[in-house]
């Protein structure tokens, strides 16, 4: 059994930051990538930062600038560190690990962000 559980989620004001962590557990079997995800109500789940086990990024145009994603010292741990946030940045956050070519995944429950303006 695979646990995923994201932290660090919270209302906070338009400009200022937040830090999401993701830290996994269990039997996990081939995955060579972290990534985190948003969903809004309404909408599909978005990829918004990941992370590959050899330390290469991509993110979402939406997130280049303001977000870094990063990999924690254990194994199977993340961060995303999200400044400068935006009304439209309100989501529910998911963390994902997964093996790029294979749409297969672990999957966290999520954690909300808001963001007032």
């Known amino acids: 059994q695979v646990h995923v559980v994201e932290s660090g989620g919270g209302l906070v004001q338009a400009g200022g930051s937040l830090r999401l962590s993701c830290v996994a557990s269990?039997?996990?079997?081939?995955?060579?990538?972290m990534a985190w995800y948003r969903q809004a109500p309404g909408n599909q789940r978005d990829l918004v930062a990941l992370?590959?086990?050899?330390?290469?990024?991509n993110y979402a145009e939406s997130a280049k600038g303001r977000f870094t994603i990063s990999r924690g010292s254990a194994d199977y741990t993340s961060y995303l560190q999200m400044n400068n946030l935006e009304p439209d940045d309100t989501s529910v956050y998911y963390c994902?690990?997964?093996?790029?070519?294979?749409?297969?995944?672990?999957w966290g429950l999520g954690t909300q962000v808001t963001v007032s303006s």
């Open positions: 269990g039997s996990i079997f081939n995955v060579n990538y």
């Open positions: 992370i590959t086990t050899s330390g290469d990024t």
């Open positions: 994902k690990l997964g093996r790029i070519g294979n749409g297969l995944g672990y």
